[in-house]
């Protein structure tokens, strides 16, 4: 490595692997399957839909809007519940990507995607608590933002304390602002973080504080770049698979024929692809979402039509269906992939100008836990020499009395 931006350029070509965009994938699917259940327990505990409706407008994500669903409030924390279980399969599985990746960077190719979940496992405090105890310093400033707010209401004194108490608080909102970036910050880094140095909760948000305040321009320019580069990847990705989808298509229907039901011809491909569609999760109705998968897919936006089918005919639709989520799943891996490499690249660099510190190289520590052993064994070779010693000494003596 040059460990200058030379090196975050290389994301997407060291994001580009099987076994980081497998890590990606499965964060993908088990976020989304703890998402999914708790997003329909959320419209099952409004009076206003039932499973069955939620499912045929639906299908397998259920995503509400904020200002035109309605649910009671559990609703919304069960929903809430749902969001924040993907996160932190999402932060998990990028830091086992980080892990792979500084593996791959230090010269082993080799290194396993099971060890490199169970190490993002290990590490699930730094990774998921770091952007948690900002959360809480962030709630606990704006309660104290709110209890102000409710000693200004004493008659007379409370005023007058509002006016005194005006600078400090004034401040805390400021900070407010800092830790509320530092926090973003965090959802981007603390994987990698935690599982390229292993550290614990309280070194992770050290060295977030740490590359904010230092290399500040760097982590704004190069954490863009990583985005774009994301970005383009899926795009370019996912319209290389659509082609070939597309392809697939057409090379299955030339030779699959028809066959006759109740007197008519009946192209069987066809209507399993068609149902197959069906099963795709709309797209959410807000403008800006919508203008982006339309360029993208464009079937999210206007979903198919259910056709009826034989037995065997709805089993080939719906396994089409789960495919094209899976087909989804992997080109959005790509882009967690590229993402979580380039948060690697970012870091490894950003340690090297600020700390002189290279981290692909080995940790000079286990060398000196083995000089510790060696030196204890030493001493107690030497321990047994000298009580040896003293023995036949003893010995001698003994025997000349």
């Not at 809430?80 to 791959?104: P, Y």
């Not at 600078?167 to 407010?176: D, K, M, N, Q, S």
């Not at 990698?192 to 230092?214: A, H, K, R, V």
């Amino acid at each position: 490595m040059r460990f200058n931006f030379a090196d975050v350029v290389r994301a997407a070509r060291v994001g580009f692997s099987a076994k980081k965009i497998w890590v990606g994938f499965i964060g993908l699917l088990f976020g989304t399957i703890l998402y999914s259940v708790m997003a329909y327990v959320a419209y099952a505990c409004s009076p206003d839909w039932t499973w069955y409706e939620v499912w045929g407008q639906f299908k397998y994500i259920p995503v509400p809007v904020i200002g035109q669903t309605h649910f009671m409030w559990y609703g919304w924390v069960a929903w809430a519940v749902g969001i924040a279980f993907f996160v932190m399969m999402q932060l998990l599985s990028i830091g086992a990507i980080s892990k792979l990746t500084i593996e791959q960077l230090r010269g082993d190719e080799f290194y396993e995607v099971t060890d490199a979940l169970k190490h993002s496992f290990k590490q699930w405090k730094s990774v998921i608590l770091s952007p948690g105890v900002l959360v809480v310093f962030i709630a606990s400033l704006i309660l104290v933002g709110f209890i102000c707010g409710l000693i200004g209401r004493i008659p007379h004194a409370g005023q007058v304390l509002a006016g005194l108490f005006f600078i400090p608080v004034a401040f805390g909102a400021i900070f407010i602002v800092y830790l509320t970036i530092v926090f973003v910050l965090s959802l981007v880094l603390s994987p990698t973080i935690g599982t390229t140095t292993d550290s614990d909760t309280f070194d992770t948000l050290f060295e977030l504080f740490s590359c904010l305040n230092d290399q500040t321009w760097r982590i704004v320019v190069w954490e863009a770049f990583v985005g774009v580069s994301s970005f383009a990847g899926v795009w370019i990705f996912g319209w290389l698979i659509k082609k070939s989808l597309i392809l697939f298509q057409w090379a299955v229907g030339i030779w699959a024929g028809t066959r006759m039901i109740d007197g008519t011809a009946h192209s069987w491909w066809s209507t399993i692809w068609n149902n197959g569609l069906w099963y795709l999760s709309p797209c959410p109705p807000i403008q800006w979402v919508e203008n982006i998968i339309g360029r993208m897919v464009p079937i999210l936006i206007y979903p198919k039509v259910l056709m009826p089918v034989n037995v065997a005919e709805w089993i080939g639709g719906f396994l089409i269906g789960i495919s094209f989520y899976f087909v989804a799943f992997l080109v959005m891996a790509y882009g967690i992939s590229i993402w979580a490499a380039g948060q690697t690249l970012i870091y490894t660099v950003l340690v090297k100008i600020k700390d002189e510190k290279n981290l692909l190289e080995k940790k000079e520590e286990v060398f000196e836990e083995e000089e510790v052993e060696e030196k204890k064994e030493e001493k107690t070779e030497e321990k047994t020499e000298e009580s040896a010693c003293c023995q036949s000494k003893e010995k001698k003596e003994k025997e000349k009395k």
